[in-house]
């Protein structure tokens, strides 16, 4: 076996045990395609890499394996290990913070959210703050004996695939910032370096998947996905995938234009969605801009939530007006992409019903409907955190699947 073709087979029977979480040999074999010899030098190969190691306990139920003259012997089961290699992540929001870490084999080692003061329009500022909060971490896992191998950085901009360029972000007032570059100018080097993701997209692909894994659900191969919490953003699969377009800024739901006689967006446009219905409008709209400053945006939000639920008046009013916005622009995304299923995340989650109605007039003639069980319109699934776990658990599969990359940083048993 040539050493590329047996780094590849690495890789196959680390990315089936993440599938699966645990297999015996018998099982990996089936499960791969791979000749049952080869798996098993494959697996000692990966228990001497410190990359896979005896389960602790074996599958309730699950069949024995027949290992020569010893028919029904309970069988060694399998998984992943290589515990003390670390990724770790920080999603960044106006007046949110929030840090996530796990190790290869997707226990989570941290998970925090931080409402702080954003400074808005000085990205060295804004960077010192996150470069704290990434260093305290990185301390953290080093104590707990883990080694940090990569950061993933998770943002609301544009960011060009495969850079770390932050072309343009309107609610921070960034353009031009290679946020990669100055996070890396203070803090040690990451051994596999800094990794730089738009949150709308991660988001869509953690409810992608979601469904996927949802057994109420038919096939569904197409979906959107809009937030409102930093300004209005979101993601879209298309056939499977994350819509990137040519420069990696495709899908900006909030600067689709709503309103042709609009008031000015600071992205030079006239009557985009985030200024008929963002953030910032609804919460001025129902009397919350005292709180916001007061307060910070998260907690405005959460805020416009529990006054819209004791039937606040003009938080009603407010709630209303976005939703007439936010159904124009959606209509218009569902006859663009032709999505099976539209989700609503970040404040939108708690008005799914206050935007379904005309929404799933237009799935139907599209045919949605024929989507076993689905609910075209729907609130998000996932909490906060959903975009930083994703980038993570993205970055691991990666060196799952690629293990030659991580042969360096290993300790052999």
Not at 67 to 92: C, D, K, S, Y
Not at 183 to 197: D, E, N
Not at 272 to 281: D, F, I, M, N, S
Request: charged share 20%; proline share 4%; with cysteine.
């Amino acid at each position: 076996m040539s050493s590329d073709v047996r780094e590849h087979n690495l890789g196959v029977v680390l990315t089936h045990l993440d599938t699966v979480g645990s297999a015996g040999r018998a099982e990996i074999a089936t499960g791969t395609g791979l000749v049952r010899g080869s798996v098993t030098t494959l697996i000692a190969d990966l228990i001497e890499l410190g990359l896979v190691r005896a389960a602790e306990s074996g599958t309730p139920g699950s069949p024995a394996e027949s290992t020569g003259a010893q028919i029904g012997r309970p069988r060694t089961r399998l998984e992943i290990a290589g515990n003390h290699l670390a990724v770790l992540g920080i999603q960044f929001a106006v007046d949110e913070v929030l840090i996530y870490g796990s190790d290869l084999s997707g226990r989570m080692l941290v998970g925090a959210e931080h409402h702080v003061r954003t400074p808005i329009g000085n990205p060295e500022a804004l960077v010192d703050l996150l470069s704290t909060y990434i260093n305290g971490a990185v301390q953290e896992l080093q104590v707990a004996g883990h080694t940090v191998i990569a950061l993933e950085v998770v943002l609301p901009g544009r960011v060009p695939t495969g850079t770390s360029l932050v072309t343009s972000s309107i609610e921070f007032g960034w353009f031009g910032v290679d946020v990669g570059r100055l996070l890396g100018s203070r803090m040690t080097p990451f051994p596999h370096g800094i990794t730089v993701s738009n949150d709308g997209n991660m988001a869509a692909y953690a409810e992608f998947t979601s469904l996927q894994r949802d057994p109420t659900v038919g096939r569904v191969t197409d979906m959107i996905y809009v937030k409102s919490d930093t300004g209005i953003g979101g993601g879209a699969i298309v056939n499977g995938r994350v819509l990137h377009g040519a420069r990696g800024a495709a899908f900006e739901p909030g600067h689709m234009i709503v309103q042709h006689d609009g008031a000015r967006c600071e992205c030079g446009k006239d009557g985009c969605l985030v200024v008929a219905a963002g953030p910032t409008a609804v919460l001025h709209a129902a009397g919350l801009d005292d709180f916001r400053r007061d307060n910070g945006l998260p907690d405005a939000l959460n805020e416009l939530v529990r006054r819209y639920a004791a039937n606040d008046a003009q938080t009603v009013a407010a709630v209303a007006d976005a939703a007439h916005w936010f159904r124009i622009a959606l209509s218009n995304l569902i006859v663009t992409l032709e999505p099976q299923i539209v989700v609503l995340g970040g404040y939108l989650a708690s008005f799914t019903d206050q935007l379904t109605p005309r929404v799933e007039s237009t799935l139907a003639i599209l045919g949605t409907e024929l989507v076993t069980g689905a609910v075209a319109v729907r609130p998000s699934a996932h909490g906060r955190l959903a975009a930083v776990q994703t980038a993570v658990a993205e970055r691991r599969r990666h060196f799952l699947a690629n293990p030659a990359a991580l042969r360096p940083l290993l300790r052999r048993a």
